[in-house]
Each structure stands twice: as structure tokens, then as C-alpha cells.
């Protein structure tokens, strides 16, 4: 079975802080994700990458950049934490573009 | 890009009731996702779909691809079906093409 790991279930930041979330995949997947999910507005893509050191814009990537420096692992960075960043995250990886995307359990992040 | 509508957005029900949950999209698709996310967050793919009708348990998807719309059913429902199912479209394209539904909120009462 396909395992993607979010390195934190909760975390909380203060504003204006540099914020790192990690995700790592297991199953050589050519594809990573990172959404966000707020309540009435589903899932958001806001970056995606297909390949090491290759990264995407998806939907919101407004403050946020992305890191992939190896295939496994995918990073979400918030250069500058802001209140209205406090969501729930989650890492994303698939095969190829119309296969099914194994998620990770979610970092719910919250912005003081 | 394709516009994926759900409905009900929420649904509460008693235990044993049958369940449908709808998906409707705007723009012809290669593959339909049910997937299904409990409290607490983690998000798990029930199907992939892109013609006619799958079974998995009590779980049953449908999809019809000339009116662009996909059916979600749960026979026996069970309070452990509580969770939020989301349909998400593949409408090719790079590995973005996928678009999600806002997702339906269903609760299983004892």
C-alpha cells in the first residue's frame, strides 16, 4: 500500500514566522500535491510537482513556495505566516495525472 | 475549467437507509474519483471510474458519461459511513487535471 507521510497532525505558528511542512511518499511516485481545505470550499490545489526539482502552480499559490529536491519528498513552505493561512494541508501523490492520489493524514495548522 | 457540482452538501440519515450521493460536471472527463475523508482528515480513494457501474462492499458508484453525472450509493448505510465523500473529475490535460467537489457532509444515526 501506497503511505504518505505528513511530518505533523497539528501544528501552531505565530505571524509572520517561516513555516515548513513535509511530506514524504513511498511508492515512487512521479506526482506530488499540496492542498488546502477549508470549510465550504473543498480541496484547493496550491502546488503540484511531477518531477525532482520540477514544481507548478496550482489554483491559491499565493505565500507559498515549494521545494522537491528528492522524488520522495515534497515541501510546502509558508514564507511568511499570515492568520488567514490557518487551514488544514494535505499532501497529495499519484502515479500519473488521471490516476487515483493517495493523501496523506493532514496537517492542520493554525496562525496566531 | 470543469465545474463539479455535489449535492446533497450535507445529509443526515438513519442506520439501514439507502444513500445516494450525486456528482455532476461540466466538461467531458477521462476518469471520476469517489473518495471518502473521516473526522479527523485522512482522505481515501473508493473508486476510479470512467464508464458504467462499480461495486466494493456496500458501496456502489455510477457514472453516465452523455449527462455527465456520477451517483455514489450506500446500501445498509452504518454509522461507520459517517464521513464526508468528495467526487473529484480527471479532465486530462497535466497532473493538475483534477477538480474536486465541495463534498457531501453525511451523518449515519444509530
Known amino acids: 500500500d501506497v503511505k504518505v507521510t505528513q511530518s505533523s497532525r497539528y501544528l501552531v505558528k505565530r505571524t509572520g514566522e517561516k513555516v515548513f511542512l513535509e511530506c514524504v511518499q513511498d511508492?515512487?511516485?512521479?506526482?506530488m500535491f499540496w492542498y488546502r481545505q477549508d470549510p465550504g470550499l473543498g480541496l484547493r490545489l496550491i502546488y503540484f510537482?511531477?518531477?525532482?526539482?520540477?514544481?507548478e502552480k496550482g489554483d491559491i499559490p499565493e505565500g507559498y513556495s515549494v521545494s522537491r529536491e528528492k522524488k520522495e519528498r515534497f515541501s510546502l513552505i509558508l514564507e511568511s505566516a499570515s492568520t488567514n493561512q490557518t487551514s488544514m494541508y494535505l499532501c497529495a501523490s499519484s502515479l500519473s495525472g488521471n490516476q487515483p492520489q493517495h493523501f496523506g493524514d493532514g496537517t492542520r495548522l493554525s496562525i496566531l | 475549467k470543469n465545474e463539479v457540482e455535489q449535492s446533497p452538501q450535507n445529509l443526515t440519515a438513519q442506520e439501514g437507509e439507502f444513500i445516494t450521493i450525486n456528482c455532476s460536471y461540466s466538461?467531458?472527463?477521462?476518469?471520476l474519483h469517489w473518495l471518502q475523508q473521516h473526522p479527523g482528515g485522512g482522505i481515501v480513494s473508493l473508486f476510479m471510474?470512467?464508464?458504467g457501474k462499480k461495486k466494493h462492499g456496500r458501496l456502489i458508484a455510477t457514472i453516465n458519461i452523455q449527462e455527465k453525472h456520477s451517483s455514489l450509493h450506500i446500501t445498509a448505510s452504518h454509522p461507520r459511513d459517517s464521513a464526508v465523500y468528495i467526487c473529484a473529475v480527471f479532465s486530462g490535460g497535466g497532473a493538475d487535471g483534477l477538480t474536486f467537489g465541495k463534498g457531501t457532509h453525511l451523518i449515519i444515526q444509530p
Open positions: 471510474l470512467s464508464s
Open positions: 511508492m515512487d511516485h512521479e506526482n
Open positions: 510537482s511531477y518531477d525532482v526539482k520540477m514544481k
Open positions: 466538461v467531458g472527463i477521462s476518469a
